[in-house]
């Protein structure tokens, strides 16, 4: 049973692979390397930090020599990396933090991994696995019509957080390639569900829909985007880790692609169908349409679009379906109404950050955001 090395476990997918992981894996143990950005939230990991298999390290992948030295003390041969910068939005107001991340720190734990796997020999080479986490924006934008992104659609990021991602892909892929250090590659369409940050957009609607606040929606709304539950891509991750060819890439997508305003117009149904069943919520939420006879739709506001902003993203997992049998568990349907129901019922986790530095970054974006329409 591999030993991993989880970075960015303290994030929105990360944590959520940490708990998957542990529940299916007994005899399993996990070592989170996580520097606790803005995004990264130890309370996240509050269910497992008591778990004798698990080992919390606050600390920077760009630090030379500190996840090489995880791997020995811990004797670790696998290595899940998640850590990122990951919000479009913060990579158009400051690329450099991007770039220093998601590519420096990239690198940083492939030489980590060279140097302790491959140059030391601390473990067979057929047991070990750098596995990188990435996203089906490194693809660029679909038409309407075109078809789905497949592992050979060439790489056409458009912006600095999907060219710092596709920037780390081909380091990944250079590191085999020269070096012979096993890899595999997941490039993911967008995610949801529990522990999502709130600057996101389902989160951010849920949030919103809840405290009154206006849902602010970027240009037409017709962005389309192909949605996936968070714990469908862990087991996309673990189906690769185990079944999974060195040296490939694989696409992962819930084939469930939604243009972004049919997303909040379902999860304000969602909202406003579980207040008006429940007076208890009715009570705990007074600012949310529906405690007062209202319509969540009322609050959608068109915004200033994202510059450069992407149209659309659609995946096609069927090399992951073909070489390892995954199939997504959870539909479109019933993954938003276990994301609303997880939001409601974890109402001391998202006002923690609503309540905390976050704040500023609430008045900063999106109050200023210029309306439209
Ligand atoms: P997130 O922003 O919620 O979490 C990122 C985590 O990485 C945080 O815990 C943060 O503290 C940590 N981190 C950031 N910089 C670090 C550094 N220098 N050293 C150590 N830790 C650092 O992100 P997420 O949404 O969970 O995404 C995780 C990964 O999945 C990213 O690589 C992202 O590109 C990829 N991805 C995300 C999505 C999505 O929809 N969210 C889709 C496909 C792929
Ligand atoms: P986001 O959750 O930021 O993910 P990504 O940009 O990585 O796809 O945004 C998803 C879609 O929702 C994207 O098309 C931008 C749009 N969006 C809004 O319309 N309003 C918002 O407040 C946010 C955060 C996103």
Redesign the pocket.
Known sequence: MPDLLV????????ANFVHYWLREHHASRVVV?????Y???LANLDAVRGDARFTFVH????TEGLAAGLLRDHALDTIV???????VDRSILGPDAFL???IT?THELLKAARQVWLDEGRMPVERVRFHH????EVYGSLGFDDPPFTETTPYAPNSPYSAS?AASDHLVRAYHHTYGLPVTTSN????YGPWH?PE?LIPLLIVNVLDGRTIPVYGDGRNVRDWLYVEDHARAIDAILGRGRVGEVYNVGGRAEAANIDIVRRVCALVDDRLRADAALRARFPQSPAATGGDATSLITFVADRPGHDRRYAIAPDKLAAETGWAPRETLATGLARTVDWYLAQEPWWRGIMDGSYRDWITTHYATRERVG
């Not at 970075?7 to 990360?14: D, P, S, V, Y």
């Not at 390397?33 to 950005?37: I, P, R, V």
């Not at 993911?188 to 995610?191: A, E, L, P």
Request: hydrophobic content about 35%; overall charge negative.
């Open positions: 970075t960015g476990g303290a994030g929105f997918i990360g390397l996580d520097a606790l950005t995004a990264g939230n600390g920077d992948i760009c990396h998640f850590a990122a910068e990951s919000h220093r991340a998601n720190g986490v990435s996203t089906d991602k993911c369409s967008n995610n940050f996101k």
